[in-house]
């Protein structure tokens, strides 16, 4: 079978597309994007010149080892779940399955890729460099965009479903583990370790860049091989993501990706804790069928301790939001009965019942985490004497209830007025979206003035938290829900 | 002690500046079996949205077993539908999701037939299956065997012979009569006669349901 050229069938696609466009529509888009970087770039270049090279570079280099090692697992994760093969959603369906050469086809792909893994680990090197060394080594973006690249190549030949592709997605997991541990490691011990990087950083890019070429050359030889179905995959992915950012609905994203997880899994039926109410009993089944995030969750209680230097509100935060986040991770069938209330109306219950049924579980993990952790804090030494692992009980309602707030948002409302600033309008539904749950947190404000005192804890300060936090889930409760409605939201 | 389990008035629903219920009447004797039949677009089920309070009519009157229908749960608790596509509980199988209907009704699972109603779907085999991994006879045949699993007195139904097999239309049909015979009320919507008289309700034509002329 003749294989019909890509780039002719492309240039043919873009010149009848441009046919129904306005004449200097794409010029006019390119211009506006432009201009938006060029703004953007002008109003926040001194915070990210900032983030990325401080003047003064105070971290130490165990900080800097274990930033890097994190930064290659998240970004290996972020490139297998991107594909990090992909086509738009029009190509997957039109040409994927045209009898155009499919490595002419994908090849676009594979460069888009390559540049945007280099430009992330040069960035991340260059960050890393300002932050951890004194005298800057010139070469190290460049054996930081290599690294990215020899990352990709890896998330390349995985996506292809090797025997090893689960086993690597695991390790880049167990990556992103190990670098959160020697930050916490780093920010609680006062270790002094020095090493050189300019003894090893050329030998180091002559490995990397010969890795580099040799998977690149494996890359384009294998490409066409590439199985229709991960693409596809990608492909969706990739439409996701852009119908997320266009349409501001982060939930596209969060609802892909837990169809995505349940489909790969083989369940067996459980019987529901009879003893239990039954939603609660539901949380549990959900909680115990996703152990890896009560993993996550174990090991997270010591992540506060990365703000022991920062100032005691700033470790506070960290702790309410740690709370939400533990809270969180059943919250996915609140999201299911704000989306749509089918199985509500099946069940008959009414809204205040299912949703305090519902947030026994969140409360109960917010609770333990913020007990945790808190506990962490004070044996690391960075809090004083106290009952910290009660002040953290006491903190599980207010991690709960945002947690269960932030799953009762459903979908961002676009249809709000926009808001007019000096600098342009913006629009406010997706700002209320990102803080609904965050609002929350200030019920925590008794602990936060509790920690950020740096006093002793007493029993009293606990009892403060504790009865703020046991009115909020009363107010929370009677102001958002019903004993004669069924439904979550009032209409 | 209500004699209807529905009562219609008078019923006007447009979209736009087209109207689609004109006037429309409609009763429904408690334990009795109505299907409303009609070609596509005619109000089928817009009327079966308003009577379970899911959309809001221009005007008219609406009673459910003698009071107006809304949402509180001693409606839900009386009234069970399909008119609305039903969602599914993320990491929870067919016969968790049955169990789970079951026991927020006070049911034990056991008693009410979990398993028995299952294997009378033709679902046993996918007991352990996420709904949204069935076809969509499958999730159709769930959402039936949900809706007859749990106590109710009054089944709104739209088309519930949809997506099913021949084999699946007179299960359904059977197990309709079945409830039908206990006492329940039925008021359903569908385009297959055959299937309706079946499930042992009577047909009415849309276009007899309006009062004035459209």
């Known amino acids: 079978m003749t294989a019909v050229s890509v780039l002719q069938v492309r240039r043919w696609v873009r010149r009848s597309q441009a046919a129904h466009k306005e004449r200097g529509e794409t010029l006019g888009n390119f211009y506006f994007a432009l201009l938006f970087v060029a703004i953007v770039g002008g109003m926040v270049h001194r915070q990210i010149a900032a983030v990325v090279w401080p003047g003064h570079p105070t971290a130490a280099p165990l900080a800097g080892v274990s930033f890097a090692v994190a930064l290659a697992g998240a970004l290996y994760l972020l490139l297998r779940r991107a594909g990090p093969l992909a086509l738009s959603r029009p190509a997957s369906s039109w040409l994927l399955t045209a009898p155009v050469s499919r490595r002419s086809l994908l090849l676009p792909s594979l460069g888009v890729a390559v540049l945007v893994a280099a430009v992330a680990g040069a960035v991340g090197a260059l960050g890393i460099m300002g932050h951890v060394m004194v005298h800057p080594v010139a070469e190290l973006p460049l054996l930081g965009a290599l690294g990215a690249i020899v990352v990709l190549f890896v998330a390349l030949a995985a996506q292809a479903g090797q025997w090893w592709t689960e086993l690597s997605d695991n390790a880049a997991y167990l990556l992103i583990a190990a670098g959160l541990a020697g930050l916490v490691v780093n920010s609680a011990a006062d270790l002094h370790w020095s090493f050189d990087a300019r003894s090893w950083v050329v030998p180091a890019i002559g490995a990397l860049a010969l890795i580099a070429a040799a998977g690149l050359a494996y890359s384009v030889r294998t490409l066409a091989r590439t199985p229709n179905d991960r693409i596809l995959e990608a492909a969706t992915t990739a439409g996701t993501l852009a119908d997320a950012a266009f349409g501001v609905e982060p939930s596209f994203v969060t609802d892909m990706i837990e169809r995505r997880y349940w489909a790969r899994r083989k369940l067996r039926s459980k019987r529901l804790w009879a003893r239990l109410p039954v939603l609660t009993a539901q949380d549990l089944l959900l909680l115990r069928r996703r152990p890896r995030r009560l993993l996550w969750l174990l090991g997270g209680v010591a992540l506060p301790a990365l703000f022991s230097s920062a100032p005691a509100w700033v470790l506070a935060i960290a702790v309410l939001i740690g709370g939400l986040v533990a809270g969180g991770v059943t919250t996915a069938n609140v999201r299911t009965d704000t989306g749509n209330p089918w199985m509500l109306r099946m069940i008959g219950l009414s809204s205040r019942e299912a949703v305090l049924q519902r947030s026994c579980v969140p409360m109960i993990l917010a609770g333990f985490w913020s007990a945790a952790a808190l506990t962490m804090l004070n044996l690391l030494g960075t809090l004083p004497a106290g009952p910290w692992w009660l002040l953290g009980l006491a903190l599980g309602p207010v991690g709960g209830v945002a947690a269960v707030r932030k799953a009762r948002t459903g979908f961002v409302d676009n249809g709000l007025m926009p808001l007019d600033t000096p600098m342009g309008s913006f629009a406010i539904g997706p700002l209320i979206a990102a803080f609904a749950g965050v609002d929350v947190l200030l019920l925590g404000v008794p602990s936060i003035v509790l920690i950020g005192q740096g006093g002793p804890l007493s029993w009293n300060g606990v009892l403060v938290q504790a009865a703020v936090a046991a009115l909020a889930v009363r107010a929370y409760l009677a102001g958002t829900t019903a004993t004669d409605r069924v439904e979550l939201t009032s209409h | ?214």
């Open chain 2, 1 to 214: 002690m209500d004699r209807t389990a529905v009562e219609v008035r008078s019923l006007t629903v447009s979209y736009g500046s087209t109207p689609v219920l004109v006037e429309v009447d409609l009763t429904v004797p408690l334990g009795a079996g109505v299907c409303i039949t009609g070609e596509n677009g005619i109000g089928k089920s817009t009327l079966l949205r308003c009577i379970s309070s899911l959309q809001r009519p221009d005007s008219g009157e609406i009673e459910v077993f003698g009071g107006p229908p809304g949402s509180t749960p001693e409606f839900w608790r009386a009234v069970a539908t399909t008119v609305e596509p039903p969602t599914w509980y993320p990491g929870l199988t067919c016969r968790e999701h049955a169990e789970l209907v079951c026991r927020a009704h006070g049911l034990d699972p056991d008693d009410a037939g979990v398993d028995e109603a299952l294997e009378r779907f033709g679902l046993s085999g996918h007991a352990d299956a996420i709904p949204p991994s069935m076809s969509s006879g499958q999730k159709q045949r769930l959402t039936l065997a949900l809706v007859l699993l749990r106590p109710s007195r009054l089944l709104i139904l739209d088309e519930p012979e949809q997506r099913l097999d021949p084999e699946g239309r007179a299960t359904v049909a059977a197990m309709l009569a079945g409830y039908h015979a206990g006492g329940g009320s039925i008021l359903m919507a569908s385009h297959d006669d055959t299937f309706a008289t079946a499930a042992g309700t009577s047909l009415i034509g849309m276009a007899e349901l309006h009062t004035l002329p459209a």
